[in-house]
């Protein structure tokens, strides 16, 4: 069991190349597979319902990919 707790990981950039804030703080969560899966896909669904009214199109995509997930492991669970 990792038990490390909270601690710098991950670099995080934007995908354009253009800056991030250097003082801001953010939680990359893995949604594909991993030790804390179900909290971060759990995670992730919350997040979607609360930009819900700010950004509906990303709260679906955002729940559509999860769900993608959540078959896709259950098609292997049963193989």
């Known amino acids: 069991m990792d038990t490390k707790g ?6 995080v950039g ?3 190349g253009t800056p991030v804030d ?5 939680l990359v969560l ?3 597979k991993g030790e804390y899966v179900d909290a971060c896909r759990s995670a992730a669904l919350t997040f979607a319902s609360w930009v819900r009214d700010q950004n509906p199109l990303l ?3 955002l729940q559509a ?11 292997v669970a049963t193989l």
């Open 65 to 75: 990919f999860i769900l993608k997930m959540d078959e896709a492991d259950n098609d």
């Open 6 to 11: 909270l601690y710098n990981k991950y670099y």
């Open 22 to 26: 250097i003082e801001a703080q953010y």
């Open 30 to 32: 893995r949604l594909d």
């Open 59 to 61: 709260a679906d995509e």
């Open 14 to 16: 934007k995908v354009d």
